[in-house]
């Protein structure tokens, strides 16, 4: 299945064959002399954000059934804490 060109505004999108949301990759644009470090440092804070960076850790290895349900119940556990916090 081949990608989209590039459309306005967006640097790269990826098209899922199982649903039809279109998913677009993390974009910092560089201001005319802004330094270097600062765009990496949005970026940097941007892909934390997304949780991109973790997602990349957790998928170079393998990781067996006990850690993907100790990982999801951990996850579950902080939404859960999130959504009380505010919602009380």
Do not use: W, Y
Not at 21 to 33: A, D, N, S, Y
């Amino acid at each position: 299945m081949s990608c989209p060109g590039p459309k306005k505004g967006i640097t790269h999108s990826i098209r899922s064959t199982t649903t039809t949301e279109v998913t677009t990759m993390p974009e910092v644009v560089v201001r005319k002399g802004e330094p270097i470090d600062r765009a990496l440092k949005r970026l940097k804070s941007k892909l934390d954000s997304e949780g991109i960076l973790e997602e990349v850790r957790r998928l170079r290895a393998f990781e067996t059934p006990t850690q993907k349900t100790r990982r999801k119940a951990k996850a579950n556990a902080k939404r859960l804490k999130v959504r009380f916090r505010f919602n009380a």
